[in-house]
């Protein structure tokens, strides 16, 4: 018999539809898997048994009556613990929001239940979607499913352990600054931040308002593509949200990709010979070769283009973050300091000493960044370069305050334009961890990010090894 | 920005701590410390000379 839990959204809704497998059936075998095994990587922060049978029957029941709502019609999913939820404590993975229950879901929940999916729980992430996960905040830190002495990346971690650990078909997260793609790269999942205003951010913890997204995470491509397919859209309630034109993304992951022209940004991951340089590692740059030897293959044209430094877009969005986040978290930090972990306190209590004309300058480098990006991006449809330097990190304490300092982010560049940009694993290293690269787009153009990332997937073998638990 | 900074030393920094109107123990600051000296460095690669007319995105908006 299949494993249910390792089936895509899309197979197991095509056996839904021709009514071989229920919605009830899969939410059990994610149920009793999640009992089985999430103790070893401590994903959940709070499992929703009876709400997913409820959801799971409800499916079933208009299924059987031939209503259909959509790709994720009886899909078990579950949502970074930063998405407030009716009536389901929604903790922040902090001491300061343990208790609290919302009352009206995020918009982000309210589209995935009214696209029919069926909630299984709130997932583990940095505290507020920024400071490190440490033993003073009051659940365990996610573990990486591939080798649990590892962490999984974050700030999304439990949504980047939990897809590929098998615990769900689908999670959210929320990206300011690489926090879907990080884990992602870790765990081996796809994932995406969209185009900032695409999808809404109302209900959703904030951290940093001009940089947050919000967006799915999956095992491949083609299922981040039907997640968004349901999320993305206007919301009113929220100020950033865009009014676009309603897109495809499903039917986007099967067009050809002859002819797309992708920007390949080496000098981003294969740095220099300064002492600021940094340069991923030699297997990254291989798997990363080999992809691009894929995608040239499937009729795509890439070519090297120079960017931006690196570390400008890193330092603009550091800033900008650095500021938000105080303005955000000041007086919790003011009036109840001890609540936070003692990397989170320290980050948030840090824009306390920036000016206000440091922040703005970050302002307005971050205008003239995103021009300069879209100049080189001329005569181009992609961009590619590599999701992460290596390895993940081990769990060692105490655990760097102000991680920020050493290395450049790699995914920082498409939050400071607001492009989007998707992570898309690329291989297995010697190391046991997965490899991956990440994939960006104009604004607004997900369905060309989609059509690539799914077009290498499905010539490549990387999709059918999971991480054993 | 306008001019660039001296990093300041650690007893310079207490002092400005103090204004900040946060509840901050000397581990915190000694960490703050150099964690600002660290965002400093790097923030000298933003540029100084912006038009005084230079408008940030009030919200940003990618399809503007």
Same mark, same amino acid.
């Given at each position: 018999?299949?494993?249910?839990?390792?089936?895509?959204?899309?197979?197991?809704?095509r *056996?839904m539809?021709r009514?071989?497998?229920?919605s009830?059936?899969?939410?059990?075998?994610f149920?009793?898997?999640?009992?089985?095994?999430?103790?070893?990587?401590s994903?959940?922060?709070? #499992?929703?048994?009876?709400?997913?049978?409820?959801?799971a029957?409800?499916?079933?029941?208009?299924m059987? /009556?031939?209503?259909?709502?959509?790709?994720?019609?009886?899909?078990?999913?579950?949502?970074?613990?930063? =998405?407030?939820?009716a009536?389901?404590?929604?903790?922040g993975h902090s001491?300061?929001?343990v208790?609290?229950?919302?009352?009206?879901?995020?918009?982000?929940?309210?589209?995935?239940k009214?696209?029919?999916?069926?909630?299984?729980?709130k997932?583990?992430?940095?505290e507020?979607?920024?400071? $490190?996960?440490?033993?003073?905040?009051?659940?365990? $830190?996610?573990?990486n499913?591939?080798?649990?002495? =590892?962490?999984?990346?974050?700030?999304?971690?439990?949504?980047?352990?939990?897809?590929?650990a098998?615990?769900c078909m689908?999670?959210?997260g929320?990206?300011?600054?690489?926090?879907?793609?990080?884990?992602?790269?870790?765990?081996? @999942?796809?994932?995406? +931040?969209?185009?900032?205003?695409?999808?809404?951010r109302c209900?959703?913890?904030?951290?940093?308002?001009?940089?947050?997204?919000?967006?799915?995470l999956?095992? @491949? #491509?083609?299922?981040?593509?039907?997640?968004?397919?349901?999320?993305?859209g206007?919301?009113p309630?929220?100020?950033a949200?865009?009014?676009?034109?309603?897109?495809d993304y499903?039917a986007?992951?099967?067009?050809p990709?002859?002819?797309?022209r992708?920007?390949?940004?080496r000098?981003?991951?294969?740095?220099?010979? /300064?002492a +600021?340089?940094?340069?991923?590692?030699?297997?990254?740059?291989?798997?990363?070769?080999?992809?691009v030897?894929?995608?040239?293959e499937?009729?795509?044209?890439?070519?090297?283009v120079?960017?931006?430094?690196l570390?400008?877009?890193?330092?603009?969005?550091?800033?900008i973050?650095?500021?938000?986040a105080?303005?955000?978290h000041r007086?919790e #930090?003011?009036?109840?300091?001890?609540?936070?972990?003692y990397?989170? *306190?320290?980050r948030?209590?840090?824009?306390?000493f920036?000016?206000?004309?440091? =922040?703005v300058?970050?302002?307005?480098?971050?205008?003239q960044?995103?021009l300069?990006?879209?100049?080189?991006m001329?005569?181009?449809?992609?961009?590619?370069?590599?999701?992460?330097w290596?390895?993940?990190? @081990?769990?060692q304490?105490?655990?760097?305050?102000?991680?920020?300092?050493?290395?450049?982010?790699l995914?920082?560049?498409f939050?400071?334009?607001?492009?989007?940009?998707?992570t898309?694993?690329?291989?297995i290293?010697?190391?046991?961890?997965?490899?991956?690269f990440?994939?960006?787009?104009?604004?607004?153009?997900?369905?060309?990010?989609?059509?690539?990332?799914?077009?290498?997937e499905?010539?490549?073998?990387?999709r059918s *090894?999971?991480?054993?638990? | 920005?306008?001019s660039p900074?001296?990093?300041?030393?650690?007893?310079?920094?207490?002092?400005?701590?103090a204004?900040t109107g946060?509840?901050?123990t000397?581990?915190d600051i000694?960490?703050?410390?150099?964690?600002?000296?660290?965002?400093?460095?790097m923030?000298?690669r933003?540029p100084?000379?912006?038009?005084?007319?230079?408008?940030p995105?009030?919200i940003?908006?990618?399809?503007?």
């Open positions: 018999m299949t494993d249910l839990t390792t089936l895509g959204i899309a197979e197991a809704g *056996r539809a009514g071989e497998l229920t009830a059936a899969l939410t059990e075998a149920l009793a898997r999640i009992a089985a095994v999430d103790g070893k990587i994903s959940y922060i709070t #499992v929703t048994a009876d709400i997913a049978r409820n959801a029957r409800q499916a079933d029941m208009e059987k /009556g031939g209503v259909r709502r959509g790709p994720l019609h009886g899909i078990p999913v579950a949502l970074k613990d930063i =998405y407030e939820t009536g389901v404590r929604t903790t001491h300061l929001k208790d609290y229950v919302p009352a009206i879901d995020a918009e982000t929940v309210r589209r995935l009214d696209g029919g999916a069926v909630i299984l729980g997932l583990g992430t940095h507020f979607a920024n400071g $490190a996960m440490t033993p003073d905040q009051p659940f365990p $830190a996610v573990r499913p591939w080798n649990t002495q =590892y962490q999984p990346g974050g700030s999304s971690s439990g949504s980047g352990a939990a897809v590929a098998a615990l689908g999670a959210m929320s990206d300011t600054g690489g926090s879907i793609r990080n884990p992602a790269g870790f765990c081996g @999942t796809a994932g995406i +931040k969209p185009t900032y205003g695409l999808v809404s209900g959703v913890y904030p951290l940093s308002f001009s940089l947050d997204t919000a967006g799915p999956s095992w @491949t #491509v083609e299922d981040c593509a039907l997640m968004l397919d349901v999320l993305a206007h919301d309630h929220d100020p949200s865009a009014s676009t034109a309603k897109v499903g986007a992951t099967l067009r990709i002859k002819g797309l992708i920007a390949l940004a000098h981003w991951y294969e740095g220099g010979k /300064g +600021k340089d940094a340069s991923v590692a030699t297997e990254m740059k291989t798997s990363i070769d080999d992809a030897r894929v995608l040239r499937l009729g795509a044209t890439v070519e090297e120079r960017f931006p430094d570390w400008d877009y890193h330092v603009c969005g550091r800033v973050i650095t500021a938000e105080h303005a955000i007086q #930090v003011i009036e109840t300091p001890e609540k936070f972990g990397t989170t *306190r320290r948030f209590q840090l824009g306390a920036l000016t206000a004309e440091e =922040y300058s970050a302002l307005r480098f971050r205008r960044l995103a300069d990006t879209r100049a080189a001329r005569g181009y449809d992609l961009v590619m370069t590599a999701n992460q290596g390895a993940p990190e @081990t769990f304490e105490p655990q760097p305050i102000f991680h920020f300092l050493d290395k450049p982010s995914t920082m560049p939050n400071v334009t607001g492009e989007p940009a998707m898309v694993c690329c291989g290293g010697s190391d046991g961890f997965p490899q991956a990440q994939l960006a787009g104009r604004a607004f153009d997900e369905a060309s990010v989609f059509a690539a990332g799914a077009a290498y499905r010539v490549t073998p990387w *090894r999971r991480p054993k638990l | 920005m306008t900074k001296a990093p300041p030393t650690l007893e310079e920094f207490r002092a400005r701590a204004h946060l509840p901050l000397p581990e000694e960490h703050l410390h150099k964690g600002y000296l660290g965002l400093l460095e923030m000298a933003m100084t000379g912006w038009a005084w007319a230079a408008e995105p009030h940003f908006r990618a399809d503007e």
